[in-house]
C-alpha cells in the first residue's frame, strides 16, 4: 500500500520553517519602523507592508518553482549565468548608488533590484550542472580551478560594487559545494592557503578606502564614536541591553529612539536582541536550525548529484547569511550590508530566499522514496 507521505512528497514542515521567519522579521520590521509611516502616512504603505507584499510575491516564486523540474535548470544555466554576469556589468556602470556610496541596485520602476542576491543562486546552479558533470575528473586540479573560476568571475564584480560580504558569499559557496563534490581535499587547502597568503597584498591593492575604514573600525569603533562607529557601538549596547527575555517588542530604547542606524537591514538582529532578548534570539536560532536540517534531508534524499549539489549550495547559501549578519550585530566581524535571510527588509533578498525554498521543493518532490 503506497502511503500518504509517498504520494504527497511537498515538505511542509520546510516551507512553514521559511514562512514563520519572515513573520518574525515581520515583527521586527514593524517595530523598528514605529515611526516611518508610508508616503502618504498610511500603514498601508509603509515597510511593513511592501514587505508583506515581497513575502507574498516570494511564496508565490517558491510554490511555482517547486513544481517545476530542477533539472531543467541544469539546461539553462549558462544562459542565466550570462545575464547574471551581464547584470553585475550593468550595475557597475549604471547602477543606482546607496546611501553610503555602494552601487549595488538597478531601479525597475519603483523597485529596486540587487543582481547580487538572485546572482547567489544562479551560481549555485551553475556550480552544481559543473560539479555533477565532472564527476568522474572530480578530483583533479583543473575542474577545481574552472570551478572556482565560475564563482570568483561574480564575487569580483560584486566587490567592485563595493560589497566585500556578498563577494565572500560566493566563495563560502564554491568552498561548500567543492568539499560536498568530493574535491581532493589537499587541493582545496592549497587554495585556501594561497588566498590567505595573498590577503595581505589585496589589502593593499585593491581593498578600496571605504572598505579599508569598515575594517579600521570594527576593530577599534570608539576611535570614531559620533561618526562611522556609532552603529556599532549602538547595536552591542542593544543587544546586550536585553538580557533573558528583553524589553518588550517595541519597547527598546536603543530602537524606538533611532539610536540604531539601518535597524530594520544590516541592524534587525541587534532591534531582536534588545527587544526579544536571549530567548527570542533562541527562536529565531531554531527556526533556522529546522529549515538547514530540511535542507539537509532534501540532499540526502535526491536521486542525483546535480540535485545534492543545489540543496547543499542553498544551505550553505542561507546559512552563512544568517551567521555573518548576526556576526556583524555582535561584532564578531566588520559590517557588510548582508542582510539576515527571511528577516532583514528589502525585496531581492526576500524573493530570492524563497526562491531558493523552491529549488529544495523541486528536488525533494522529484524523488520517490521518501524519508522523515
Wanted: contains cysteine.
Amino acid at each position: 500500500m503506497i502511503s500518504w507521505r509517498e504520494t504527497r512528497p511537498f515538505d511542509f514542515i520546510l516551507l512553514i520553517a521559511a514562512i514563520a521567519l519572515t513573520g518574525y522579521g515581520l515583527l521586527l520590521i514593524y517595530s523598528g519602523t514605529l515611526d516611518s509611516p508610508g508616503e502618504d502616512g498610511s500603514f498601508l504603505t509603509g515597510p511593513v507592508t511592501r514587505q508583506l507584499i515581497f513575502a507574498a510575491i516570494g511564496v508565490a516564486f517558491a510554490l511555482v518553482v517547486s513544481r517545476a523540474d530542477y533539472r531543467f535548470l541544469a539546461q539553462n544555466s549558462g544562459y542565466l549565468y550570462m545575464g547574471l554576469i551581464s547584470a553585475l556589468l550593468f550595475v557597475l556602470f549604471l547602477g543606482t548608488e546607496g546611501t553610503y556610496g555602494s552601487q549595488r541596485w538597478i531601479d525597475i520602476g519603483p523597485v529596486h533590484v540587487q543582481p547580487s542576491e538572485i546572482g547567489k543562486l544562479i551560481v549555485i546552479l551553475i556550480l552544481a550542472k559543473y560539479l555533477s558533470d565532472k564527476q568522474d575528473e572530480i578530483k583533479s586540479l583543473h575542474v577545481l580551478f574552472i570551478s572556482l573560476a565560475i564563482a570568483a568571475v561574480p564575487a569580483l564584480l560584486v566587490f567592485a560594487e563595493p560589497d566585500l560580504g556578498s563577494a565572500s558569499i560566493f566563495l563560502l559557496i564554491w568552498f561548500g559545494m567543492v568539499v560536498m563534490a568530493g574535491a581532493d581535499m589537499r587541493h582545496v587547502l592549497g587554495m585556501i592557503g594561497m588566498f590567505v597568503a595573498a590577503a595581505p597584498f589585496a589589502l593593499v591593492a585593491i581593498v578600496t578606502d571605504y572598505q579599508r575604514e569598515r575594517v579600521s573600525l570594527f576593530l577599534d569603533p570608539a576611535a570614531d564614536a559620533q561618526g562611522s562607529g556609532f552603529n556599532i557601538l549602538q547595536a552591542e549596547i542593544s543587544v546586550g541591553s536585553g538580557g533573558l527575555f528583553g524589553k518588550g517588542l517595541t519597547e527598546g530604547t536603543q530602537t524606538q529612539l533611532d539610536y540604531l542606524r539601518t535597524q530594520t537591514t544590516d541592524y534587525v538582529f541587534s532591534v531582536l536582541g534588545e527587544e526579544l532578548g536571549f530567548i527570542g534570539a533562541m527562536i529565531l536560532f531554531a527556526l533556522f536550525i529546522l529549515l538547514c536540517m530540511r535542507g539537509l534531508r532534501a540532499a540526502s534524499i535526491s536521486q542525483d548529484v546535480f540535485g545534492r549539489l543545489i540543496a547543499v549550495g542553498v544551505v550553505i547559501f542561507i546559512l552563512f547569511q544568517a551567521f555573518i549578519n548576526i556576526g556583524v550585530n555582535i561584532r564578531l566581524f566588520p559590517v557588510t550590508g548582508i542582510p539576515l535571510p527571511f528577516i532583514s527588509q528589502g525585496g531581492s533578498s526576500l524573493i530570492t530566499v524563497f526562491i531558493a525554498i523552491g529549488l529544495l521543493e523541486s528536488v525533494i518532490v522529484r524523488h520517490r522514496q521518501v524519508t522523515l
